[in-house]
């Protein structure tokens, strides 16, 4: 018997939806839970209405494949970056981090993940055609790897270092100042532009 059987059934749905969260447990679901219970009618409604309507406004870039509110996202739309640079990141949240650090004003392209071989996650299922599509302009004069720095990251980084290596591009690799299995998407920004600041040519 688990400590929210005593709730009504209303609340342990909700219960068990908090904690499909990554991170939450039951007992801070629980908390959540009961806390909307506090929140005035309206907060709950505007709640509700955002959570129906989530995946109908959150896109996907077509060019960077970032979070967006329409086609493109407003890093990609916006006149003032510097559309001869692209940090290749792994996943889309690593960009907040990135931003955070306010010296990188190019632009960037999402994989949608990293190499894993045993998994089944090879270069077909990464955003990597989508690319060499972008490089075609030529416009890009660098990209920049910036995949995690552990072992899956680092074979990411060497496999587009070889897949882009004819591509007319400089290639570099953000500098090791982040730790070994370091979760970028959590890293803080002075790390990130030392990271940024210290890349080196890839070799
Ligand atoms: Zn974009």
Request: some cysteine; hydrophobic content about 45%; aromatic content about 6%.
């Amino acid at each position: 018997m688990s400590a929210n059987d005593s709730y009504p059934e209303a609340l342990r749905r909700l219960v068990a939806y908090f904690q499909r969260l990554p991170g939450v447990g039951g007992r801070t679901a629980s908390r959540l839970a009961l806390a909307l219970l506090d929140w005035p009618e309206e907060l709950l409604q505007g709640f509700g209405q955002e959570l129906a309507a989530l995946r109908a406004n959150v896109h996907w870039c077509h060019e960077c494949g970032n979070l967006a509110d329409g086609e493109r996202c407003r890093i990609c739309a916006a006149p003032d970056r510097d559309r001869s640079l692209i940090c290749v990141v792994e996943v889309a949240t690593q960009i907040p981090v990135f931003e955070s650090s306010g010296c990188y004003r190019g632009l960037y392209h999402v994989l949608g993940g990293r190499l894993l071989p045993l998994e089944g996650v090879g270069p077909e299922s990464l955003r990597i055609a989508e690319l060499h599509d972008r490089l075609q302009g030529g416009e890009v004069a660098e990209l920049i790897l910036a995949t995690s720095p552990d072992v899956e990251g680092e074979a990411t980084a060497h496999f587009l270092a070889a897949e882009f290596a004819e591509a007319g591009v400089r290639i570099t690799r953000i500098a090791a100042g982040v730790p070994v299995g370091a979760d970028l998407s959590y890293a803080d920004a002075a790390t990130m532009a030392r990271a940024l600041g210290g890349r080196r040519s890839f070799d």
